[in-house]
């Protein structure tokens, strides 16, 4: 399992980037599919999460209405579209996975659960 992000990058307070997280060695069939944050001295917080086994989207309430989760699944590729970017928004954007194993997985924004990570990509947003 690899996941690789990209899209990364500095953009003025207001902006938007769309972060991509490429996945390989598994499909999204199964699977919970979270990205995550972590701002210099700060705890890892779960910014936005889908599972497999259950519709609906988790955001933290920080970046509701202003981040999306999509996926393609042809791509197998998720992304995280960022608009209206605030400077406390920069940070280290990790995607990461967990492998439900048939089961239920209710995201919740809680990065223990999750196996699997990328290796981050840097989010810089000035003001």
């Known amino acids: 399992v690899q996941l690789v992000e990209s899209g990364g990058g500095l953009v003025q307070a207001g902006g938007s980037l769309r972060l991509s997280c490429a996945a390989s060695?598994?499909?999204?069939?199964?699977?919970?599919i979270g990205w995550f944050r972590q701002a210099p001295g700060k705890e890892r917080e779960g910014v936005s999460c889908?599972?497999?086994?259950?519709?609906?989207?988790y955001y933290a309430d920080s970046v509701k209405g202003r981040f999306t989760f999509s996926s393609d699944n042809a791509k197998n590729t998720v992304y995280l579209q960022m608009n209206s970017l605030k400077p406390e928004d920069t940070a280290v954007y990790y995607c990461?996975?967990?492998?439900?194993?048939?089961?239920?997985?209710?995201?919740?924004?809680?990065?223990?659960?999750?196996?699997?990570w990328g290796q981050g990509t840097q989010v810089t947003v000035s003001s």
């Open positions: 990461a996975a967990l492998s439900i194993g048939g089961g239920f997985y209710y995201c919740s924004g809680y990065d223990l659960d999750f196996d699997y």
């Open positions: 889908i599972s497999s086994s259950h519709s609906g989207t």
């Open positions: 060695g598994f499909t999204f069939d199964d699977y919970a």
